[in-house]
């Protein structure tokens, strides 16, 4: 195979609750298509069966349509990626099976991805307006399912330096949303309400973590006790202050990845910080991001939206990546819900 060989992967991602495929020419994104699943929304949260029997509904229609897009037939595709783990075992399952079932029945090469590296690697998919961090830097990750500061010495040499104790930092803006009752994603709610408010009106305490890894679950806690004892003063409370409480939790957020990330630094020396996942949207985060720029001389790296919550093109650049080195699975391969990004 030579370098100019043009390549076509078809990748699939199902990992939680957004049913999505993609097609890549090289590093290039042809289509990327993505359903999410409005069903969770009335529940608050995830519902893993509901979850997969949705993306049962989904896949094909979302595949036909990536292709569509990309204007590419069946037959021209070189192989099928598919994400492997992390995620819900019942909606993994379900982009496991068609992957395999459509790699047989073409006869093409399957290539199984791992979703955490996967966002990390979202930045090497080519696109006209963005710059690619090199080797070695920080990578965060920040979204519903997860929160992990990675050293990524090459695209397939990764080591966690830090990672949730238990909620993840999107579960945190979720959870403190419903707190003061906004629906279910409430991140981009939090998001919105706290450019108007004041930062500094209320404070939460910031756990005490050693090392890099994070926790949040505390923050939750002080948050709830907070505002039940501020509504048994003012049932109006919430109403009357919304912009400010959602400033105060956002700014306390921030502060925590804000803190780790610059232990991890000073511990690495390397200044080239990667982010990706649902959270890296957060208009507060991406602020933090650029002061630190100037502030501190680092390097961040931000891919384009589509790219930072879950999307089958980041899966894609794996897939592509995993081609050229020839690192195919076979049929016999399962879906794993735990899957560490350091076995992948
Ligand atoms: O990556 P993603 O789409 O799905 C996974 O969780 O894997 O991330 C979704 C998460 C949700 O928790 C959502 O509330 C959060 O990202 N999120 C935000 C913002 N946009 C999405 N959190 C804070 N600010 C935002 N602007
Ligand atoms: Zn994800």
Not at 11 to 16: F, G, P, Q, R
Not at 192 to 219: E, H
Not at 235 to 254: G, K, R
Request: some cysteine.
């Amino acid at each position: 195979m030579t370098d100019n060989t043009t390549i076509y992967i078809l990748a699939i991602e199902s990992s939680c609750d957004d049913t999505s495929a993609a097609v890549l020419c090289n590093k290039k994104t042809l289509s990327n298509v993505v359903a999410s699943q409005k069903i969770h929304e009335e529940y608050g949260g995830v519902v893993p069966e509901l979850a997969s029997r949705a993306h049962q509904q989904n896949i094909v229609p979302v595949v036909h349509q990536a292709l569509t897009m990309a204007n590419i037939d069946k037959k021209q595709l070189s192989a099928i990626a598919f994400t492997r783990g992390p995620g819900l075992m019942g909606s993994l399952l379900v982009g496991t099976s068609f992957a395999k079932s459509l790699a047989l029945g073409l006869d093409i090469p399957l290539i199984e991805v791992n979703h955490m590296q996967a966002h990390i690697l979202a930045h090497f998919i080519e696109d006209e307006n963005n710059s690619q961090p090199t080797f070695p830097f920080l990578a965060l990750t920040i979204s519903g399912g997860h929160t992990q500061i990675v050293l990524v010495k090459t695209a397939f040499d990764m080591e966690i330096l830090g990672q949730t104790l238990d909620d993840a930092v999107g579960e945190a803006f979720d959870k403190s949303a419903k707190i003061l009752g906004l629906p279910y994603p409430g991140g981009p709610l939090i998001d919105k309400y706290a450019q108007l408010g004041n930062p500094k009106a209320f404070q939460f305490t910031k756990p005490r973590v050693d090392g890099l890894n994070f926790s949040f679950s505390g923050l939750k806690t002080n948050i709830l006790y907070f505002i039940q004892r501020e509504v048994k003063k003012n049932p109006d409370f919430i109403m009357q202050n919304l912009n400010d409480i959602c400033a105060s939790i956002q700014y306390t957020i921030i502060e925590i990845l804000m803190g780790k990330l610059k232990l991890a630094v000073k511990q690495t020396n390397i200044k080239q910080i990667a982010i990706g996942g649902g959270v890296s949207a957060n208009s507060g985060i991406r602020k933090a991001l650029k002061e630190a720029e100037e502030k501190w001389k680092w390097k961040t790296y931000v891919p384009k939206l589509e790219y930072c919550t879950d999307n089958a093109a980041m899966i894609g650049i794996v897939g592509y990546l995993k081609y050229k080195k020839g690192a195919f699975t076979n049929q016999s391969i399962t879906a794993i819900p735990r899957y560490g990004i350091m076995e992948a």
